[in-house]
């Protein structure tokens, strides 16, 4: 099996992401409520019963890159707050990980998602708010693209990847 480079294998992973955004969008989201007119904006994000986004190693990676844009004073809150949510919500990389929910650490009041361009996490770009069950995006769809960042995972580090709540897949001690 031919690897590929780290950097391509981001690149790759933005495009698809884009492209999932943009089907999601098309398809879908126009029957959802609209985030922008939203009274209880960011409570999807900070639903600590309700949050158990787990990312892949190069998700966090793109994550981590993303971060890096922000001034150093910004960098430093972010951290502190990721900190501050594993410890809060007793997040652990063993057992049911799945079962654990926490409150996004990524979610900045007055600007929204830290990450919405760059590195959003596939289950948060399929999330919207729908009236009728049946409007909602199939699971599939996203079972699908979760196998493609598995793939291109491999292809970058030559395993399967360990799925994560996020704030521990980006904490800076991740060492698989
Ligand atoms: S997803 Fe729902 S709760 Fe979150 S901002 Fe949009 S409308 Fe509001
Ligand atoms: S990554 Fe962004 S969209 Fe997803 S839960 Fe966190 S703040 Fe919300």
Redesign the pocket.
């Known amino acids: 099996m031919k690897r590929l480079s780290e950097r391509l294998a981001l690149e790759k992973l933005q495009k698809l992401k884009d492209d999932f955004t943009k089907s999601i969008k098309s398809n879908y989201e126009h029957k959802a409520?609209?985030?922008l007119t939203?009274e209880?904006?960011?409570?999807?994000?900070l639903d600590a019963h309700f949050v158990n986004v787990h990312i892949t190693k190069l998700e966090a990676i793109a994550i981590q890159n993303t971060l890096a844009n922000l001034t150093e004073h910004n960098k430093a809150k972010i951290s502190q707050r990721i900190e501050r949510t594993i410890n809060k919500y007793k997040l652990s990389r063993f057992g049911d990980t799945f079962s654990q929910t926490y409150a996004c650490p990524l979610f900045e009041k007055g600007t929204g998602c830290l990450v919405h361009f760059e590195g959003k996490p596939l289950p948060c770009i399929q999330?919207?708010?729908y009236e009728n069950k049946e409007d909602l995006p199939p699971d599939e769809l996203l079972a699908e693209q979760e196998g493609r960042v598995e793939k291109l995972n491999i292809l970058a580090y030559g395993k399967r990847t360990t799925w994560l709540p996020l704030p521990l897949a980006i904490h800076t001690g991740r060492t698989d």
């Open positions: 409520k609209s985030c939203c209880t904006n960011g409570a999807c994000c999330h919207a708010c």
